[in-house]
């Protein structure tokens, strides 16, 4: 299994990007993924997460209205659009997997079984 992360860059305080995930997974469909992030000198941290099918989505509440989890089955991909970028926001953001078909929502780290290599975002003030 293998994830990569882009769309990382510099934007101004209330711009927006969007950050993808390519999935190097057989059977991406049987996959929950997530997003996490975390800045200098901080712990990483949940953003936001969506189940296998795409019907279930959960975010952290520092993001909750202003980022949007999203996925494409046949394209193996992830995507999280982020709008109304605070300063706050600025970290290396992550792209994670993990095999399930349950109702759980996972947002804690241990719970993911493949993590990316990061993309940075910084955001100006």
């Known amino acids: 299994v293998q994830l990569q992360a882009s769309g990382g860059g510099l934007v101004q305080a209330g711009g927006s990007l969007r950050l993808s995930c390519a999935a190097s997974?057989?059977?991406?469909?049987?996959?929950?993924m997530g997003w996490f992030r975390q800045a200098p000198g901080k712990e990483r941290e949940f953003v936001a997460a969506?189940?296998?099918?795409?019907?279930?989505?959960y975010y952290a509440d520092s993001v909750k209205g202003r980022f949007t989890i999203s996925r494409d089955n046949a394209k193996k991909m992830v995507y999280l659009q982020m709008n109304s970028l605070e300063p706050e926001d600025s970290a290396v953001y992550y792209c994670?997997?993990?095999?399930?078909?349950?109702?759980?929502?996972?947002?804690?780290?241990?719970?993911?079984?493949?993590w990316g290599q990061g993309t940075l975002v910084t955001v100006s003030s």
């Open positions: 969506i189940s296998w099918s795409g019907d279930r989505t």
């Open positions: 997974i057989r059977t991406f469909s049987r996959y929950y």
């Open positions: 994670a997997a993990v095999q399930s078909y349950s109702g759980t929502i996972y947002y804690k780290e241990t719970q993911y079984d493949y």
